[in-house]
T-cell receptor, first 115, second 115 residues
Framework: GAGVSQTPSNKVTEKGKYVELRCDPI?????LYWYRQSLGQGPEFLIYFQGTGAADDSGLPNDRFFAVRPEGSVSTLKIQRTERGDSAVYLC?????????????FGPGTRLTVL | GNSVTQMEGPVTLSEEAFLTINCTYTATGYPSLFWYVQYPGEGLQLLLKATKADDKGSNKGFEATYRKETTSFHLEKGSVQVSDSAVYFCALSGVGETSGSRLTFGEGTQLTVNP
């Protein structure tokens, strides 16, 4: 079956602009995670959804970042007033259930560049 | 908080050489431990995992043993191949009612295997 997909694969924007990044999880997966990976670093947790609700958004760096998952499937990460420091690869992952033994399946990521 | 420290890279080996990538962690409670691999141009994939002390995870000739006494989870392979060239990430997952299985990653180790 299809894996986790993310669109766009690349996004170039100007400082101060608004961007939306989309994640399509594996069908039926209830848990969805967003991570951010800066160059040369490991992924850092941003937010976790269980179903439609954000169960843990403690990793969002500030209030310019927020994410939604209105129907418990597709999720959108939204960044307002982008800054150059937001440039990174944004990764989405999903798992069937939010348990440790459930493997997280990662998408290919969206590379965001803020000029 | 939770953290993961990996040996600094990059690592360059000849084919059939022995591989060790060190990983140590700091965590509260009893985390589960993972190794993820990122092949060139591909998304993160789970390589192996261990969920309790003294467990050994293994896959594709790679092994890692969960050592609680040394808080380590070193990755080993007896004979590497050119196709093992990738970035390897050590990660842990804690248990939390609101955090699902959010992963905390190390910085990654770039492995290059030459023929």
């Amino acid at each position: 079956g299809a894996g986790v997909s993310q669109t766009p694969s690349n996004k170039v924007t100007e400082k101060g602009k608004y961007v939306e990044l989309r994640c399509d999880p594996i069908s039926g997966h209830t848990a969805l995670y967003w991570y951010r990976q800066s160059l040369g670093q490991g992924p850092e947790f941003l937010i976790y959804f269980q179903g439609t609700g954000a169960a843990d958004d403690s990793g969002l760096p500030n209030d310019r970042f927020f994410a939604v998952r209105p129907e418990g499937s597709v999720s959108t990460l939204k960044i307002q007033r982008t800054e150059r420091g937001d440039s990174a690869v944004y990764l989405c992952a999903s798992s069937l259930y939010p348990y440790i033994l459930d493997e997280q399946f990662f998408g290919p990521g969206t590379r965001l560049t803020v000029l | 908080g939770n953290s993961v420290t990996q040996m600094e890279g990059p690592v360059t080996l000849s084919e059939e050489a022995f591989l060790t990538i060190n990983c140590t962690y700091t965590a509260t409670g009893y985390p589960s431990l993972f190794w993820y691999v990122q092949y060139p141009g591909e998304g993160l994939q789970l390589l192996l995992k261990a969920t309790k002390a003294d467990d050994k995870g293994s896959n594709k000739g790679f092994e890692a043993t969960y050592r609680k006494e040394t808080t380590s989870f070193h990755l080993e392979k007896g004979s590497v191949q050119v196709s093992d060239s990738a970035v390897y990430f050590c990660a842990l997952s804690g248990v939390g009612e609101t955090s699902g299985s959010r992963l905390t990653f190390g910085e990654g180790t770039q492995l290059t295997v030459n023929p």
